[in-house]
């Protein structure tokens, strides 16, 4: 039997939900084959002063490959996720996190996903395996 996960008070997601006070409230949406939502971090989100703390930066890896597996109607959880860092990323750049489904084989959905800084340049990249749990259903906010 599927689980049914119903995301209908999703707004308290720390990443996207709209109501989290200290939330980031990232918005994601399809660019080509990509999902993609684009960050700016401030000064609260610093670990060495000027710079992005690292674990910020894994966690919005993370939430667009899970969104993105949200969009294609399944609701699933991180089982593994690799992380490497090649940048550091400055305190007030606007960067690009971008997700992509790498495989689907039942019930392992294996994604990758990256930073690029506003240069171009690669700041990170991650690869994960989620485990899809079941389907979720939407109702009207």
Not at 52 to 73: A, P, R, W, Y
């Amino acid at each position: 039997m599927t689980e049914i996960f119903d995301l209908s008070n999703y707004n308290m997601c720390f990443c996207c939900g709209k109501d989290n006070p200290i939330g980031l409230h990232l918005d994601f949406g399809f660019e080509g084959d990509e999902y993609v939502t684009y960050f700016t971090p401030s000064e609260v989100h610093q670990s060495y002063p000027g710079v992005t703390h690292g674990g910020l930066i894994s966690t919005v890896l993370d939430e667009v490959m899970g969104k993105q597996i949200n969009e294609m109607g399944m609701a699933a959880f991180t089982a593994r996720m690799d992380v490497r860092w090649r940048h550091a990323i400055p305190i007030g750049e606007k960067v690009r996190v971008a997700s992509r489904l790498v495989r689907h084989k039942g019930k392992l959905m294996e994604m990758a996903a990256t930073v690029h800084r506003a240069d171009g340049s690669l700041a990170a990249e991650a690869t994960a395996r989620f485990m899809v749990k079941g389907d979720f259903v939407r109702t009207a906010e």
